[in-house]
């Protein structure tokens, strides 16, 4: 009878005897992918830590424009802002971008303010957040630079229900359609204003109040 403990050396010899063999012929694969998995390690947190600072030096950029334009030299603040949007890193280029556009339309020039913020939205590579902030700006400054036609094809697609700016996009569709004449489309957007409980209570009351306005004007479904 032989010998279990012989079987098991047995065993034990094959099993090295295999190692040994799986070895020689992979063991050159598994160095030169061990090594490869330092290498790649190593340059993702080379270049994570670039990226860092990168974004902390556009951080200190954009901060050094905006004091510049609190200093009233607000020409200097645009061509800093500018250097920032070329060259900045993260959210930093957009934030810019978005400053910039309010410079100028603080500035009085709403035209070029608009087209900014217009480029800003249409421009995908952008978070979707700061696209739909841009396009609802834009329409904000339309309301006061173009027709209720221009402005409705602006922010129709803000003010649906569920949007997260809906009531500031309905606000200015209201105003802009009272600007042109057209009460009842005014009415048709104030409603449900009034009718959203998410509607915020500045809103919601100069929507009351808009509101009131157009019941004295004789708008049927306004009382």
């Known amino acids: 009878m032989v010998d279990d403990s012989f079987i098991r050396e047995v065993d034990e010899q094959i099993r090295q005897d295999r190692?040994?063999?799986?070895?020689?012929?992979?063991?050159?694969?598994?160095?030169?992918?061990?090594?490869?998995?330092?290498?790649?390690?190593?340059?993702?947190?080379g270049w994570?830590?670039?990226?860092?600072?990168q974004v902390a030096a556009a951080g200190d950029a954009y901060m050094a424009?905006?004091?510049?334009s609190?200093?009233?030299d607000s020409q200097a603040a645009i061509d800093a802002l500018e250097s920032v949007k070329e060259n900045g890193f993260g959210?930093?280029?957009?934030?810019?971008?978005?400053?910039?556009?309010?410079?100028?339309?603080?500035?009085?020039?709403?035209?070029?303010?608009?087209?900014?913020?217009d480029a800003i939205a249409s421009d995908e590579s952008y978070d979707p957040l700061f696209r739909e902030i841009a396009g609802l700006k834009a329409g904000l400054l339309a309301v006061d630079t173009e027709?209720?036609?221009a402005v409705e094809k602006r922010l129709v697609g803000l003010a649906e229900t569920g949007r997260p700016f809906r009531h500031s996009a309905r606000e200015a569709l209201a105003i802009a359609a009272i600007?042109?004449?057209?009460?009842?489309?005014?009415?048709?957007?104030?409603?449900?204003?009034a009718a959203d409980s998410e509607t915020p209570q500045g809103v919601r009351s100069r929507a009351q109040t808009?509101?009131?306005?157009?019941?004295?004007r004789g708008i049927p479904s306004a009382g």
Do not use: C, F, H
């Open 19 to 45: 190692a040994q063999e799986l070895w020689a012929k992979y063991g050159y694969y598994v160095i030169a992918l061990a090594v490869l998995i330092v290498v790649a390690t190593g340059a993702y947190r």
């Open 147 to 149: 027709d209720y036609a």
């Open 48 to 53: 994570e830590y670039y990226r860092e600072n």
């Open 210 to 216: 808009m509101l009131s306005y157009l019941a004295g």
């Open 179 to 193: 600007k042109a004449g057209n009460l009842q489309k005014a009415y048709e957007w104030l409603s449900p204003l």
């Open 65 to 68: 424009a905006v004091d510049e």
């Open 70 to 72: 609190a200093s009233g």
């Open 91 to 117: 959210e930093y280029p957009v934030l810019a971008e978005m400053r910039i556009a309010a410079g100028l339309a603080e500035g009085g020039d709403k035209a070029t303010a608009i087209q900014r913020y």
